[in-house]
């Protein structure tokens, strides 16, 4: 079963506005990472919070973790056209070996 | 800054064709993995690697194989291509830890006729 859910699946939004995405998972985590993918392309690691994190800040990316709700956002701020992509969450899990990627959000900024 | 790189973006392959996926990373990284991306299903597990000759089973193994002879040579092997394993193929490796950051390649998307 995927351990990490995306909310929304898709989002559409004009430049300027802010953007948040959010994931559940369902498991103790060791860690959760968000990744950008541009369409047709590899993704690309965008911020990794630890479980003992609470916020973390990177340029205009601000990702929260709450691990009593098992959940953590993405908030991308003052967005621009360049950021339209599909955002997935990715957790590492306690017990596991590995990651477990969720099914992504669809971000859309129009111009 | 960590390169990834995967030998096909596009592939065209006949049903029963033995087919050669192959990543290689240029940051000495000691974990690579492969996924293969699928709408409506995400990133899937295929095989993943922690070391030279070492693999593991990831969460759809069945149908394909991987080899590692070095370091940063990743390959994926489809013994008999069939058209459910069209999909968009994706390399990764990193270094911290199997659950740590990961670096992936530009993807090979795989069409099976």
């Known amino acids: ?111 | 800054d960590v390169k990834v790189t995967q030998s096909s973006r596009y592939l065209v392959k006949r049903t029963g064709e033995k087919v050669f996926l192959e990543c290689v990373q240029d940051m000495d990284h000691e974990n690579m993995f492969w996924y293969r991306q699928d709408p409506g299903l995400g990133l899937r597990l295929i095989y993943f690697s922690y070391d030279v000759k070492m693999k593991e089973k990831g969460d759809i193994p069945e149908g394909y194989s991987v080899s590692r002879e070095k370091k940063e040579r990743f390959s994926l092997i489809l013994e008999s291509a069939s058209t459910n394993q069209t999909s968009m193929y994706l390399c990764a490796s990193s270094t911290e830890g199997l659950r740590e950051t990961q670096y992936f390649g530009p993807g090979t998307r795989l069409l099976v006729l």
């Open chain 1, 1 to 111: 079963s995927q351990q990490g859910e995306e909310d929304p699946q898709a989002l559409s939004i004009q430049e300027g506005e802010n953007a948040t995405m959010n994931c559940s998972y369902k498991t103790s985590i060791n860690n959760l990472q968000w990744y950008r993918q541009n369409s047709g392309r590899g993704l690309v690691h965008l911020i990794l919070i630890r479980s003992n994190e609470r916020e973390k800040h990177s340029g205009r990316l601000r990702v929260t973790l709450d691990t009593s709700k098992k959940s953590s956002s993405l908030l991308i701020t003052a967005s621009r056209a360049a950021d339209t992509a599909s955002y997935f969450c990715a957790t590492g899990e306690t017990s596991g070996s590995r990651l477990t990627f969720g099914e992504g959000t669809q971000l859309t900024v129009n111009p």
